[in-house]
Nanobody, 118 residues
Framework: QVQLVESGGGLVQAGGSLRLSCAASEHIFRRSFIAWFRQAPGKDREFVGR????????YYADFVEGRFAVSRDNAKNTVFLQMNSLKPEDTAVYYCAAGKAPGAYDFWGQGTQVTVSS
């Protein structure tokens, strides 16, 4: 039973863009905070950004610096992470996670690799 599935990763040159998708099972998508995390080789997993399912407010890590945007399509049970002006240091496996409260994520996807070349 698949709960969260990420897609959209790939190889891109520095300065380029990618849009990641996180497709969720309906019972998870509804009334869930869905967040994006990433983990680079040899580093801890870190928070990237998230939205509020009820109000559309978004939150981002400082390193995002206005380059990324989280959005959701309720009709498709999907959350997106639009990433612009990518840097080599953005290279990581990106994960989406869902839970009933911010910071308490019960479900995780398998991850999608993002590689940014210089």
């Amino acid at each position: 039973q698949v709960q969260l599935v990420e897609s959209g990763g790939g190889l891109v040159q520095a300065g380029g863009s990618l849009r990641l998708s996180c497709a969720a099972s309906e019972h998870i998508f509804r009334r869930s905070f869905i967040a994006w995390f990433r983990q680079a080789p040899g580093k801890d997993r870190e928070f990237v950004g998230r939205d509020d399912w009820f109000g559309g407010t978004t939150y981002y890590a400082d390193f995002v610096e206005g380059r990324f945007a989280v959005s959701r399509d309720n009709a498709k049970n999907t959350v997106f992470l639009q990433m612009n002006s990518l840097k080599p240091e953005d290279t990581a496996v990106y994960y989406c996670a869902a839970g009933k409260a911010p910071g308490a994520y019960d479900f995780w996807g398998q991850g999608t690799q993002v590689t940014v070349s210089s």
